[in-house]
Protein backbone atom coordinates (compact mmCIF):
# COMPACT_ATOMS: atom_id res chain seq x y z
CA UNK A 1 0.00 0.00 0.00
CA UNK A 2 3.07 2.77 0.73
CA UNK A 3 4.28 2.44 -2.74
CA UNK A 4 0.71 2.83 -4.64
CA UNK A 5 0.25 5.52 -1.60
CA UNK A 6 3.78 7.16 -3.26
CA UNK A 7 2.72 6.42 -6.83
CA UNK A 8 -0.56 8.37 -6.79
CA UNK A 9 0.84 10.68 -4.87
CA UNK A 10 3.87 11.37 -6.90
CA UNK A 11 2.03 11.06 -10.26
CA UNK A 12 0.20 14.35 -9.90
CA UNK A 13 2.76 15.86 -8.32
CA UNK A 14 4.72 15.56 -10.67
CA UNK A 15 2.17 17.28 -13.23
CA UNK A 16 1.28 20.03 -11.47
CA UNK A 17 4.65 21.18 -10.71
CA UNK A 18 5.56 20.46 -14.38
CA UNK A 19 2.72 22.93 -15.86
CA UNK A 20 4.33 25.92 -13.32
CA UNK A 21 7.02 26.90 -15.22
CA UNK A 22 4.39 27.55 -17.71
CA UNK A 23 2.27 29.77 -15.69
CA UNK A 24 4.87 31.59 -13.92
CA UNK A 25 7.03 32.44 -17.20
CA UNK A 26 3.81 33.80 -18.44
CA UNK A 27 4.14 31.29 -21.78
CA UNK A 28 1.62 32.35 -24.55
CA UNK A 29 -0.46 29.11 -24.01
CA UNK A 30 -0.88 29.91 -20.19
CA UNK A 31 -1.57 33.71 -21.25
CA UNK A 32 -4.23 32.59 -23.84
CA UNK A 33 -6.31 30.13 -21.61
CA UNK A 34 -6.66 32.43 -18.33
CA UNK A 35 -7.33 35.46 -21.19
CA UNK A 36 -9.84 33.00 -22.40
CA UNK A 37 -11.11 32.61 -19.22
CA UNK A 38 -11.02 36.57 -18.60
CA UNK A 39 -8.56 35.68 -15.59
CA UNK A 40 -5.06 37.07 -17.02
CA UNK A 41 -3.11 37.49 -14.75
CA UNK A 42 -4.75 36.78 -11.33
CA UNK A 43 -6.21 33.70 -12.70
CA UNK A 44 -3.04 32.39 -13.87
CA UNK A 45 -0.71 33.04 -11.16
CA UNK A 46 -2.81 32.52 -8.36
CA UNK A 47 -3.51 29.00 -9.93
CA UNK A 48 0.01 28.16 -10.07
CA UNK A 49 0.50 29.10 -6.76
CA UNK A 50 -2.45 26.97 -5.33
CA UNK A 51 -1.03 24.00 -7.52
CA UNK A 52 2.21 24.39 -6.00
CA UNK A 53 0.52 24.00 -2.61
CA UNK A 54 -1.41 21.31 -3.61
CA UNK A 55 1.86 19.39 -5.00
CA UNK A 56 4.17 20.14 -1.44
CA UNK A 57 1.04 18.79 0.24
CA UNK A 58 0.42 15.75 -1.64
CA UNK A 59 3.77 14.74 -1.22
CA UNK A 60 4.48 14.72 2.49
CA UNK A 61 2.94 12.22 4.11
CA UNK A 62 1.03 13.75 7.54
CA UNK A 63 -0.70 16.42 4.57
CA UNK A 64 -1.51 14.47 1.91
CA UNK A 65 -4.66 14.17 2.30
CA UNK A 66 -5.19 18.07 2.07
CA UNK A 67 -3.25 18.25 -1.32
CA UNK A 68 -5.05 15.54 -2.57
CA UNK A 69 -8.50 17.78 -1.57
CA UNK A 70 -6.68 20.81 -2.81
CA UNK A 71 -5.76 19.66 -5.79
CA UNK A 72 -9.33 18.27 -6.55
CA UNK A 73 -10.63 20.97 -6.30
CA UNK A 74 -7.98 22.93 -8.27
CA UNK A 75 -8.72 20.28 -11.19
CA UNK A 76 -12.63 20.81 -11.12
CA UNK A 77 -12.05 24.60 -11.68
CA UNK A 78 -9.69 23.64 -14.89
CA UNK A 79 -12.31 20.87 -15.76
CA UNK A 80 -15.19 22.73 -15.48
CA UNK A 81 -13.10 25.45 -17.35
CA UNK A 82 -12.38 22.98 -20.09
CA UNK A 83 -15.98 22.00 -20.44
CA UNK A 84 -17.45 25.14 -20.50
CA UNK A 85 -15.07 27.77 -22.60
CA UNK A 86 -12.09 26.29 -23.41
CA UNK A 87 -13.08 23.13 -25.21
CA UNK A 88 -10.87 20.00 -24.77
CA UNK A 89 -8.10 20.93 -27.48
CA UNK A 90 -6.75 23.67 -26.12
CA UNK A 91 -4.55 24.89 -29.40
CA UNK A 92 -3.80 22.01 -30.78
CA UNK A 93 -2.54 20.44 -28.02
CA UNK A 94 -5.14 17.33 -29.10
CA UNK A 95 -6.72 17.69 -25.06
CA UNK A 96 -3.64 17.13 -23.40
CA UNK A 97 -4.25 19.45 -20.99
CA UNK A 98 -7.70 18.33 -20.35
CA UNK A 99 -6.18 14.75 -20.38
CA UNK A 100 -3.39 15.71 -17.39
CA UNK A 101 -6.63 17.45 -15.40
CA UNK A 102 -8.52 14.30 -15.76
CA UNK A 103 -5.49 12.23 -14.25
CA UNK A 104 -4.64 14.28 -11.75
CA UNK A 105 -8.21 14.26 -10.43
CA UNK A 106 -8.42 10.73 -10.91
CA UNK A 107 -4.58 10.07 -8.92
CA UNK A 108 -6.00 12.27 -5.99
CA UNK A 109 -9.41 10.81 -5.45
CA UNK A 110 -7.85 6.96 -5.23
CA UNK A 111 -5.12 8.95 -2.79
CA UNK A 112 -8.74 10.45 -0.50
CA UNK A 113 -10.11 6.04 -1.13
CA UNK A 114 -6.58 4.41 0.20
CA UNK A 115 -6.37 7.07 3.17
CA UNK A 116 -9.92 7.10 3.96
CA UNK A 117 -9.34 6.85 7.49
CA UNK A 118 -7.30 9.81 7.10
CA UNK A 119 -10.44 11.83 5.89
CA UNK A 120 -12.68 10.39 7.87
CA UNK A 121 -10.97 11.92 10.88
CA UNK A 122 -10.35 15.05 9.09
CA UNK A 123 -14.38 15.02 8.24
CA UNK A 124 -14.91 13.99 12.20
CA UNK A 125 -12.62 17.07 13.46
CA UNK A 126 -14.68 19.51 10.77
CA UNK A 127 -17.63 18.56 12.00
CA UNK A 128 -16.68 18.64 15.82
CA UNK A 129 -15.53 22.27 14.90
CA UNK A 130 -18.64 23.19 13.08
CA UNK A 131 -21.01 21.96 15.91
CA UNK A 132 -19.16 23.76 18.43
CA UNK A 133 -19.34 27.62 16.56
Known amino acids: ?21 FKFTGAPESIYIFET ?11 GIAELIAAL ?13 LALGVMAGAIVSHLTKLG ?5 DGGLLFGMALGVTACCLAVLVLHRTELAELWTRVRRLAGSS
Open 88 to 92: IEVQG
Open 1 to 21: MTALSWILRILPAAILLQTLF
Open 57 to 69: LLLLPKTRIYGAI
Open 37 to 47: LRMEPWGRIGS
